[in-house]
């Protein structure tokens, strides 16, 4: 590693925060390999991208195949992919979202989600939720808020947008329903002190708050906000980057809470590793978008959406082991839950697993410490995980969905001795 540290320091942009200082020369599946033969399982599946596990052959040989053909259009022309992807998404995605954009990350198809919800309803306000995290360029940024770093010197952002509360129920000390009154009280304050519902454009909500730490939002919030929107004209911007292609074991974290988004946003899994984002709408608000309102070099790239279209045929088969793999991290975390005091909470939907720490059960204590152990520790016994959380203390532990149940015991296991060498010593 010294050698390729020392290149990266003399040449690369040091803001980037590496999770670990892992050198991967190649994946396959879970795992991933240095030069010499060391392997890791990822179990942050590269922040939520590689659902499919990295390298799928199938995705592969798709992207390769678009590669011999065509690599590049640029909107000088069209090509099957992008129309190949489109038809797919339009029958997984939940109903009403239609037609689709496309862009190249996830905090771009935010942006064009929020532009288009401004364009359709002539209003400029966002209501963006405390504790979300939705991508760094200008715009995304000042819907931002699960951690006041990713803000630091970028004052003055984007006006208009109103940052209320979500319901963090575990940080709160509350339940599910107190914390949800306590977000829409919040919520009904921002209307009456600062800001009339006519102006606003969109609530733009992560229907799981995945960076900000993997909170699922209580139902009934998110059922508030759709009747709040259908009342007042409002868009439901749902920002399914992180929720999305499988990640809570359904195909979007929508399909377990039956609510109805106007606007969809997909990032990260969606091509299981190549630059690709998309956001839909009903064909009735996006076809008010003329030409030239919103556009892309490179979103949308021919060789991006041959490898979707792929992941979506290979996923659809998965789900029901992704949802298997789900309930036995459950069960087993609660198990590991009942006999570390370290684990204050444990969390999440289908594969987006949360795993709060804290040094004092009672007191709800982050332990930031405990989450840097056990990363070291995983490093040391072949596993990578990683942390979220405005703290640092909540383990998010997101297998691909090809995982085996005994790669996935496998991994649990580590964290289960990485707790017990932490809480001994
Ligand atoms: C929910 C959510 N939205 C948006 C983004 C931004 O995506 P990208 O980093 O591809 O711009 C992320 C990335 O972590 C995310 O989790």
Not at 101 to 125: I, M, P
Not at 154 to 174: A, C, D, E, K, Q
């Amino acid at each position: 590693m010294g050698d390729l540290l020392r290149r990266y320091e003399g040449t690369v942009a040091p803001m980037l925060a590496f999770d670990t200082d892992v050198h991967v020369d190649h994946a396959e599946g879970p795992w991933v390999y240095d030069a010499a033969g060391n392997r890791w399982a990822d179990f942050a599946c590269g922040t939520a991208v590689a659902n499919l596990g990295h390298n799928h052959p199938e995705v592969i040989a798709a992207a390769q195949a678009q590669l011999g053909r065509l690599a590049h259009a640029g909107c000088v022309f069209r090509y099957d992919s992008m129309v190949d992807l489109a038809e797919r998404l339009r029958k997984i995605t939940p109903d009403g979202i239609e037609k689709f954009g496309f862009a190249n990350s996830g905090a771009e198809a935010v942006e064009a989600g929020v532009k288009l919800a401004r364009y359709f309803t002539k209003r400029q306000g966002v209501i963006a939720f405390r504790g979300a995290f939705h991508g760094r360029t200008m715009g995304s940024v000042a819907y931002t808020t699960s951690n006041a770093k990713y803000r630091e010197n970028y004052h003055p952002i984007l006006s208009s947008v109103f940052v209320t509360g979500f319901p963090h129920p575990y940080r709160w000390g509350m339940s599910d329903d107190e914390a949800t009154d306590l977000a829409l009280d919040e919520l009904a304050r921002k209307f009456k002190h600062e800001v009339l519902p006519h102006n606003i454009a969109a609530f733009l909500v992560e229907p799981v708050q995945g960076e900000g730490g993997y909170y699922p939002a209580p139902p009934r919030f998110l059922q508030a906000l759709r009747d709040l929107a259908d009342e007042h004209g409002i868009m439901l911007v749902f920002d399914e980057v992180q929720t999305g292609f499988g990640r809570t074991a359904n195909w979007f974290a929508a399909d377990h809470y039956g609510i109805r988004p106007d606007i969809l946003v997909m990032g990260k899994g969606i091509a299981n590793g190549l630059p690709l984002s998309s956001y839909g709408a009903s064909a009735e608000m996006i076809n008010q978008w003329p030409v030239g309102a919103h556009g892309t070099t490179f979103g949308g790239n021919p060789v991006a959406c041959a490898a979707a279209a792929k992941v979506i045929d290979v996923m659809e088969p998965l789900l029901p082991n992704a949802r298997d793999l789900s309930k036995r991290a459950f069960e087993r975390f609660a198990d590991v839950q009942a006999r570390h005091t370290t684990i204050g909470d444990v969390r999440g939907l289908g594969l987006m697993v949360g795993v709060e720490l804290v040094s004092d059960r009672e007191l709800r204590t982050p332990d930031a410490a405990a989450m840097a152990f056990i990363s070291a520790y995983g490093l040391e016994h072949e596993l990578i995980v990683i942390g979220c959380g405005p703290d640092g203390n909540i383990i998010r532990f997101i297998p691909p969905l090809t995982a085996t149940m005994d790669e996935l015991d496998t991994a649990i296991e580590v964290v289960d001795a990485a707790l017990t060498e932490y809480e001994s010593r």
